[in-house]
Nanobody
């Protein structure tokens, strides 16, 4: 059971990136997937969660309206599309798998499987 995050890079403010969280050993549609991020010197921050079997996607206020989390069932992956990126979006991004209740989707301690991070840098 593994998750592999990819797609990070350097982008100018206002640009876009798509992060992929590819799953192996399990069906990504049958589990809840979340993205977290952590900037240097800051605590880990919840970004978004998509619940199992299409039961909704949820976003932090800081990214709502700019980020979209969806599944690519053909690739067995969860895709975080990030538009209108801002310098404050700069961080290492991690995807994780778990089954937290809806009230706890922001709690990173309830996600048991984590992928390695992918760096996103937003700078001119």
């Amino acid at each position: 059971v593994q998750l592999q995050a990819s797609g990070g890079g350097l982008v100018q403010p206002g640009g876009a990136l798509g992060l992929s969280c590819a799953a192996s050993g399990f069906n990504v549609a049958a589990t809840t997937i979340a993205w977290f991020r952590q900037a240097p010197g800051k605590e880990r921050e919840w970004v978004s969660t998509i619940r199992s079997w299409g039961n909704g996607a949820y976003y932090a206020d800081s990214v709502k309206g700019r980020f979209t989390l969806s599944r690519d069932n053909a690739k067995n992956a969860a895709i975080l599309q990030m538009n209108n990126l801002k310098p404050e979006d700069t961080a290492m991004y991690y995807c994780a798998r778990g089954q937290p209740p809806l009230s706890q989707i922001r709690n990173g301690d309830l996600y048991r499987v984590w992928g390695r991070g992918t760096q996103v840098t937003v700078s001119s």
